[in-house]
């Protein structure tokens, strides 16, 4: 499968991981903040700056009861949904100032939109690329919209059945997106190690001959190390800075320190996977000499015969190669030979 470029990283197999730091409503509602977890981003290492486009107004009704109101445990439980994207929105006044400070610190800024009046707006702005998030990969009008801007899309597929997931991505080629990433995402928040079910990455990427990468809601870092190992060439986390301040995501949001040890050890994971490679690496070549081999352990006498008793498989490896061992026990030694002397065909012919 190709690689795909967004702003100026190239994204693909060959390349390390692109890792993605999510705002989401961290900012508290204040701008400095926002500006400050851009800045700590940067700082850590992330490649590319994610926020979310919309409104309360766009994503739901302000009705305070009923269908509308989060009765199930969790970290929202008890608010309704027009009070959660009421504080958690990042204002559509900032995202230029965002944008341009995610430019000048480095990063590729780029956003979720959420209805077609978030999308024309993100358009103004010349997003590098679009999210779809897992709760909007069933809205196929908006992915259709999506699409017809021909930009690359990262779409998270957390709660779509495998029927939808080929819906979605048919939709958007059909509309004219031929640079689409799949995330494997779980929508739970946190998500717990047990329910990531990572080996559904390289399924995906199989069955639908495209990118995959992992939208990871786990806390620490080890599922997105994992996710590397498994092809991810995408790596999306949440992001603060500093759980104990509060925020809707804080709780399951990495930390500065905890995000720059993301961006070092799955860059780690990446380079460790390689290709395939049997018999010593160059980096090996040294240590061949600590290898076991056959060595005099004994003193031995010329015609004295080669027994386990005077001769010995051991380190480091300047002697013969073990696999001889059996096949020189009871034969002659041609001359004298010292205790530490390896084992060569020259001493026994």
Known sequence: MKEITIGNKRIGKGQPPFIIAEMSGNHNQSLDRALDIVKA?????????KIQTYTPETMTLNIQ???????????????????????AYTPWEW???IFECCKKLGMIPFSTPFDETSLEFLETLDAACYKIASFENNDIPLLRKVASKGKPMIVSTGMASLGEIENLVKTISDAGCDELILLKCTSSYPASPESSNLNTIPYLRALFDC?????????????????VALGSTVIEKHFTLNRDEGGVDSAFSLE?????S???????????????????????????QFRRSIYVSKDIKAGEV????????IRPG????????????????????????????????
């Not at 981003?41 to 700056?49: D, I, K, L, V, W």
């Not at 990118?211 to 996710?227: F, N, P, Y």
């Not at 500065?256 to 720059?260: C, H, L, N, S, Y």
């Not at 080669?306 to 498989?313: A, I, M, R, W």
């Open 41 to 49: 981003a940067a700082r850590a290492g992330a490649h590319a700056f």
């Open 65 to 87: 009861h009923g269908d509308f109101r989060i009765e199930s445990n969790g970290l929202w439980k008890g608010k309704s949904l027009f009070e959660l994207y009421h504080e």
């Open 95 to 97: 995202h230029q100032t």
């Open 211 to 227: 990118q995959v990468g992992l939208s990871d809601h786990t806390l620490g870092i080890g599922a997105a190390v994992a996710g």
């Open 256 to 260: 500065p320190d905890e995000f720059a």
């Open 262 to 288: 993301l961006v070092k050890e799955t860059d780690a994971a990446w380079k460790s996977l390689g290709g395939v490679s049997i018999g010593p690496t160059k980096e090996e070549e040294n240590s061949l």
């Open 306 to 313: 080669l027994t386990t008793k005077n001769l010995s498989v």
């Open 318 to 349: 300047f002697g013969l190669d073990p696999k001889y061992y059996d096949l020189l026990l009871g034969k002659p030694s041609k001359r004298d030979l010292k205790k530490g002397t390896p084992l060569s065909w020259e001493q026994l012919l």
